[in-house]
């Protein structure tokens, strides 16, 4: 088992930054890549990045490319999620997510393990 806990949302006016954590813990040596989602009200989950947790690549949804920049510290066995520019549309629930297995990086089927979730408002 792998046990997520995020931090770092919070209210912020557009145009402003913040900066998300995801701690893991538990069976963590086992982690192929992990990822940030976020769903608002009334809509579906959505991808937003992903990281390959050994070789550090990265991968964005083409809506974020440019203001989110994901980040890992092997050491603190902890994923970063730098959101700058933020917009009220930003404004969701944001979730950590970790996979143990290969596959397509967005699919949030393919996710074992997440975390609680931290809400982002973003003020006009």
């Known amino acids: 088992q792998v046990q997520l806990v995020e931090s770092g949302g919070g209210l912020v006016q557009a145009g402003g930054s913040l900066r998300l954590s995801c701690a893991a813990s538990?069976?963590?040596?086992?982690?192929?890549?992990m990822g940030w989602f976020r769903q608002a009200p009334g809509k579906e989950r959505e991808f937003l990045a992903a990281?390959?947790?050994?070789?550090?690549?990265?991968y964005y949804v083409d809506s974020v490319k440019g203001r989110f920049t994901i980040s890992r510290d092997n050491a603190k066995n902890t994923v970063y999620l730098q959101m700058n520019s933020l917009k009220p549309e930003d404004t969701a629930v944001y979730y950590c997510?970790?996979?143990?297995?290969?596959?397509?990086?967005?699919?949030?089927?393919?996710?074992?393990?997440w975390g609680q979730g931290t809400q982002v408002t973003v003020s006009s």
């Open positions: 997510a970790a996979r143990s297995t290969i596959g397509t990086i967005t699919r949030i089927p393919g996710y074992d393990y």
């Open positions: 538990g069976r963590t040596g086992s982690t192929y890549a």
């Open positions: 990281i390959w947790w050994k070789i550090g690549s990265t």
